[in-house]
């Protein structure tokens, strides 16, 4: 077989493969709709009963039954429960028309009587509905679906408790712009996470390891910490050399935001933060800006990342001009306590 021959046979299978992959994705929609429909179905046949705990039961189990007998698997009185929870849900659970209009701006969705769309499949949904808080449900379910998260991912980001350490970086206007539209990434600040949450490097709390061997971790799992960081993030490399009178220096991690349109330099520290340290973060910062970023690109941020913070030091280390500019994030190699976020969340 030629190469031309293999290309041709490449393209063709490319082909077949992608329309595969559309018709699956477009028949998950499809079932997320139907079982919305079928929601509200039982919900209205079950307001009809004149006994509506016991009729509510019974519509559950003998619709459960029939359908089995009908389909297969799939209908059980659990899963007939979850489309009747669905339909009561987001009948009323709107995600904001601007953002609809965004995530709906490729691919046409239809969408129910009440104007409501939906963009991810039903695992996602499952996942979402035990989401007690709306606001935190309306966020997670907006970033699903705008970074195409798959289920693990949304999993891990739940887990993280993104939602919160995201909040509590903001003040009350901007906690409910994320609920009414996710992360808007518009200004430095806007990309910053406190704490960062690193435990798929695989680093437990009370081991002993160096600064290089973190370093070497977080290229090592690449993918996951570029997905920790969030939006626009792309990783342009590790111990980057810059040379200023004769002096070599090292710039561990080095990324650039295409949403910013900035670099983003990292500095991992597992030592208590010094004020030593946010200097020398001022000078890596002074030298991209000067050097090495393009005239139309934005100021470059600079990140330390730390195990330990004085919120103090930083204050009066850095001047007011900077402050927008070099922050100071905690890591956490452990998934960090929702309960003790949403606790510091409150106490904001």
């Known amino acids: 077989m030629g190469d031309i021959e293999k290309g041709f046979y490449a393209n063709v299978a490319n082909m077949l493969e992608n329309a595969r992959r559309h018709a699956q994705q477009t028949t998950n929609m499809v079932m997320v709709y139907t079982y919305y429909e079928i929601g509200r179905m039982i919900v209205e046949e079950q307001q009809n009963g004149n006994e509506r705990a016991e009729y509510g039961r019974q519509v559950l189990k003998g619709l459960s039954e029939y359908l089995t007998g009908r389909f297969g698997r799939g209908f059980s009185e ?12 987001y009948s009323r659970d709107q995600i904001s028309e601007t953002v609809s209009r965004k995530l709906d701006s490729e691919s046409k969705l239809p969408q129910t009587a009440s104007g409501r769309k ?20 309306h966020f997670y379910e907006i970033e699903a679906a705008r970074n195409g998260w798959s289920l693990a991912e ?15 970086s903001r003040n009350k206007e901007d906690v409910r712009a994320l609920a009414q539209e996710g992360q ?6 806007d990309a910053i996470k406190d704490p960062y949450v690193l435990e798929f490097l695989g680093l437990k709390e009370e081991s002993m390891y160096s600064e290089q061997e973190l370093e070497t971790r977080i290229i090592d799992h690449l993918q996951e910490f570029l997905l920790e960081l969030g939006r626009g993030f792309t990783f342009v490399g590790r111990q980057q050399r810059f040379t200023f009178d004769y002096e070599h220096f090292w710039v561990d991690l080095v990324f650039y935001n295409r949403i910013l349109r900035c670099f983003v330099l990292f500095d991992l520290k597992l030592d208590k933060l010094t004020h030593q340290d946010i200097g020398q973060m001022q000078m890596y910062v ?3 800006d000067r050097y090495v970023k393009l005239e139309d690109e934005n100021s470059t941020i600079g990140i330390l990342l730390c195990k330990e913070k004085n919120d103090t030091v930083i204050e009066l280390t850095l001047p007011e001009s900077e402050k927008d500019q070099i922050f100071a994030s905690k890591y956490e190699t452990v998934l ?4 003790e976020l949403r606790r510091l969340l409150d106490e904001c």
Do not use: C
């Open 78 to 89: 659990d899963n007939l429960g979850n489309m009747r929870r669905f339909y009561l849900l």
């Open 184 to 189: 808007v990434v518009e200004k430095p600040s």
């Open 336 to 339: 960090p306590s929702k309960e």
């Open 118 to 137: 939906f963009f991810l499949s039903w695992s996602h949904y499952l996942k979402l509905m035990r989401i007690s808080n709306p606001d935190e449900r």
């Open 286 to 288: 002074h030298y991209y």
């Open 154 to 168: 949304l999993n891990r980001q739940t887990g993280s408790s993104l939602y919160e350490r995201l909040a509590l």
